[in-house]
């Protein structure tokens, strides 16, 4: 157990719909990473937050968004879902802006 | 930006063999390499990790090294066992920069064969 904890485990909706995915850091965990993984694209990097405050942005699209609230749990919004956004979102923290990630189980998301 | 190439994209082993793993990244400026293990069902985990201050790391049966030089970096597992079947991922970092993000390769699925 990594000590980071995701919500929802699985998540099936329709195109067009909106999600949103929960994570809790490690206790202590300034810092928070969106991953997305797909069979096609493995890992790829979303956005990073450390203490609240946007720190990086990878290959994130204007539909989804983030952000880190002050007790440091983070939320990935997805909206005007389409089939190819069906993937594992992975939450991952870490002490400081670098260093170390510890990953949670993730979360699935079926598009249908 | 960044970006990792990882081979092979799978790999078949028999148990007690030993099993490489090789990675090239393009950015000069990164300085930390961790591999990452990712079993079915579950959230990649690190396994070994390297700075750019030293060629080798060792830990039981794993071993990393890195060339900075060539920019790449290798993953190296002896007496390969059942439970090292997972996939695996390489990744590249710069500590210390504005961006501390990792950037994967795209993973390699190794399978132990008993």
């Known amino acids: 157990d990594s000590g980071v904890t995701q919500t929802p485990k699985h998540l099936i909706t329709a195109t067009g719909q909106r999600v949103t995915l929960r994570c809790s850091p490690r206790?202590?965990?300034?810092?928070v990473y969106w991953y997305q993984q797909s069979l096609d694209q493995g890992l790829q990097f979303l956005i990073h937050?450390?203490?609240?405050?946007?720190?990086a942005k990878g290959n994130i699209l204007e539909r989804f968004s983030a952000q880190q609230f002050p007790d440091l749990h983070s939320e990935l919004n997805l909206s005007s879902l389409e089939l190819g956004d069906s993937a594992l979102y992975f939450c991952?923290?870490?002490?400081?802006?670098?260093?170390?990630?510890?990953f949670g189980e993730g979360s699935r998301l079926t598009v249908l | 930006g960044e970006n990792v190439e990882q081979h092979p994209s799978t790999l078949s082993v028999q148990e007690g063999d030993s099993a490489v793993i090789k990675c090239t990244y393009s950015?000069?400026?990164?300085?930390?390499f961790p591999w990452y293990k990712q079993e079915l069902g579950k959230g990649p985990q690190l396994i070994i990790d390297?700075?750019?201050?030293?060629g080798e790391k060792k830990d039981q049966r794993i071993a990393v090294t890195l060339n900075k030089t060539a920019k790449h970096f290798s993953l190296h597992i002896t007496e390969t066992q059942p439970e090292d079947s997972a996939v695996y991922f390489c990744?590249?970092?710069?500590?210390?920069?504005?961006?501390?993000?990792?950037?994967f390769g795209k993973g390699t699925k190794l399978s132990v064969k008993p």
């Open positions: 991952a923290s870490s002490v400081s802006v670098t260093g170390e990630l510890f």
């Open positions: 206790s202590g965990d300034l810092s």
């Open positions: 937050y450390y203490n609240g405050e946007e720190r």
């Open positions: 950015d000069s400026a990164s300085n930390y």
């Open positions: 390297i700075r750019s201050n030293v």
């Open positions: 990744a590249a970092s710069i500590e210390g920069g504005s961006q501390g993000n990792l950037i």
